[in-house]
Structures are given as structure tokens and as C-alpha cells.
């Protein structure tokens, strides 16, 4: 089905969905549990289809592509520099893949596209004048290699018992809800982080790095300062503090790491058939990345909403916006 069956162009043909931007039935009130239901279950849901195959992808990781504990007894530069090949290598492959099929081969033009312009290829913004170099740039010479670094570190106190570990054997319920909370500390740090982000010193130093995408593309998503990659994947020390296993660890971390291409392909829909296509719930960003103040993080926990910088799409959400910016004598 075509894109005017879900949405509608501007004046500058510029296209966004008719739906507006829901938070789900998590924190609806009275609660719903046959739609709670439906939504952790339900393709798209909490589970399916990204949250169980995270979970998988970092169980896979963890089994194939780490080495064993008590190889990080001692901090190795060359163990980091097998982690760092490892998680470019992921990098690579996931980034890649959402920017070839979107951006070089085009398989949908510009079809559920919000911005229909095509990333900037010669602008003095962007490092190197061009836009994807730019956002590879910084997320493959800063971004993964932080992430790195995180991981590094965590698998030395892992291995030194500086963090507890807990026993899947012993502790399976324990084991599997951890997996559970996962998306919730990676959106609630997200969220906090990204405030602080905004903070105007903190902005202008850092975080404009990562906005000068008003049009983002997969690579934009980890294209940030190194300042901002610092705070950004500060959420994993949080394993300093809740026992868990490395496995969690790795899976917060590769979300972190990767999870930021899905979030910004520019597109609200990936068709995958004539009648067939995949909601991606992807507006909610794509509006903190036109309008820079608005919704700081985008998922089930209504951050936004309770903090008052919520946008859903409306009209009247944007007449909202626009009432606290007079206010503000902006």
C-alpha cells in the first residue's frame, strides 16, 4: 500500500504520518491488559521483532565472538584491539546494510521518506563537506571505539569481581527479567543523558555535532563527539551496581552501539512487499532532530510526556511547541 494510505506531504512535499506518536499501553491508566498484552507480544511489541533478537544477538555474541573471562584479568591492548575489530566489524554490517538498502541501491525511493531530500553531499557543515562521511567518521574513529573502551572495562571488572555475576543455572528467573529490563535502562539513560546533552555549554561543545543532521540517515545515528560518546554509553556502569551477567552487559552495550541506525533512517516505514510493510515508530526522533527541544527519547516510558517536551505529530502538538518557545521569548 502506498504511502498517502498512512500519511500526507507539506507544502514542501515533505511527507509524516497521520498516526500520532503513542507511547503504548504500558503507563496507560486505567490499565488495558488485553492491549498490554497484545503489545508485549504482538509483532510489532515489546518483544518482537527487535527486543528478542538484541537479546539473541547478544547471547551470540557473548558464546562466539568474546573471548573467555579470564583473558581480561589484566587490561591487554591487544584484547581491546580484538573487541574494537569485532564490534567495527558489527558496525559495519548493521549501518551498512540500513544505508545501502535506503541510501545507494534506494530499493524504496523516497516512499515513507520524511525529509525527501537525500543526505548533503557538498556542505561545509559536515566533515570532509559530505554528510555520510561525516556520521562514518565519527561513529567509526569515536563511536565504536568507546564503546569499546566500555566494554573493556567491564569485562576487566567482570573478570576481578569488581561486578557481581549472577548464575543463569542458579538464577534463571533473575537472568531472563534482567534481559527484560534492558530496553528500559537503555531508554531511560538515554533519555537523562540526552537532557544533559542539551544543556547549552554541554550543546554547543558537544551535542551540535551530532544535529548539524536535521536529515538523518542510519549513519547519523551514533555520528556523535567524542564528548557525547563518553556520556552516552555511561549507562553500562550501571552493572557496577546491579549483579548481572556479561551477557547484559553485552546486550545494552550493542544496542547502544547499534540500535542508533534503525532510529534514524529518515523513513517511517521499510516496505518490504506491495502490500506488505513494517511499521517503524521512527517519527518521534526524526521530530527531536527538526526541532531540536522535543522528544529526548522515543519508546514506552513516557519521559517525555511527564516532562513536558512531548510532540506526537499533531498540529496541536506543534502549536504547543510553538506556545513554549514564545514563552520563552524564542
Not at 533478537?53 to 557473548?62: F, K, N, Q, V
Not at 521518506?113 to 567518521?137: A, C, E, I, L, V
Not at 530496553?183 to 531511560?188: K, S, T
Not at 542510519?218 to 555520528?223: D, I, K, V
Request: hydrophobic fraction near 45%.
Amino acid at each position: 500500500m502506498g504511502e498517502s494510505n498512512f500519511g500526507r506531504e507539506d507544502s514542501r512535499g515533505d511527507w509524516s504520518p497521520d498516526k500520532p506518536i503513542s507511547y503504548g499501553p504500558l503507563f496507560a491508566w486505567p490499565p488495558k491488559p488485553r492491549a498490554l498484552l497484545t503489545w508485549f507480544f504482538g509483532i510489532p511489541g515489546y518483544l518482537f521483532p527487535w527486543n528478542l533478537a538484541y537479546a539473541i544477538a547478544a547471547i551470540g555474541i557473548w558464546f562466539f565472538l568474546t573471548p573467555s573471562l579470564d583473558h581480561f584479568q589484566t587490561l591487554s591492548v591487544f584484547w581491546f584491539g580484538v573487541l574494537l575489530v569485532r564490534n567495527l566489524v558489527l558496525a559495519l554490517i548493521v549501518y551498512g546494510a540500513w544505508h545501502l538498502w535506503l541510501y545507494v541501491f534506494r530499493k524504496q525511493g523516497t516512499d515513507f521518506k520524511y525529509n525527501r531530500k537525500w543526505p548533503d553531499g557538498n556542505s561545509k557543515r559536515f566533515t570532509f563537506n559530505n554528510q555520510t562521511y561525516d556520521n562514518m567518521f565519527w561513529t567509526l574513529a569515536s563511536g565504536v571505539p568507546i564503546w569499546t573502551c566500555y566494554e573493556m572495562l567491564l569485562l576487566w571488572a567482570y573478570s576481578n569481581g569488581y561486578a557481581t555475576i549472577i548464575n543463569p543455572v542458579e538464577n534463571p528467573v533473575a537472568f531472563t527479567l534482567i534481559f527484560l529490563l534492558v530496553p528500559f535502562v537503555h531508554e531511560v539513560g538515554f533519555y537523562f543523558a540526552h537532557r544533559f546533552l542539551h544543556w547549552p555549554p554541554l550543546y554547543r561543545i558537544a551535542h551540535q555535532l551530532h544535529h548539524r543532521n536535521t536529515n538523518p540517515g542510519p549513519w547519523s545515528g551514533l555520528s556523535m563527539h567524542p564528548i557525547e560518546h563518553v556520556i552516552y554509553f555511561s549507562s553500562v556502569l550501571i552493572f557496577f551496581v546491579i549483579p548481572a551477567h556479561p551477557v547484559h552487559m553485552i546486550n545494552l552495550l550493542s544496542r547502544l552501539g547499534v540500535a542508533p541506525a534503525e532510529g534514524h533512517t529518515g523513513f517511517d516505514r521499510i516496505v518490504t512487499g506491495e502490500e506488505n510493510s513494517v511499521d517503524r515508530s521512527y517519527y518521534a526522533h526524526y521530530l527531536h532532530h527538526k526541532y531540536f527541544e522535543v522528544n529526548y527519547a522515543d519508546g514506552m516510558v513516557p519521559l517525555d510526556k511527564w516532562f513536558g517536551s512531548f510532540h506526537d505529530g499533531t498540529p496541536e502538538a506543534h502549536e504547543k511547541m510553538k506556545e513554549r518557545r514564545r514563552r520563552r521569548g524564542v
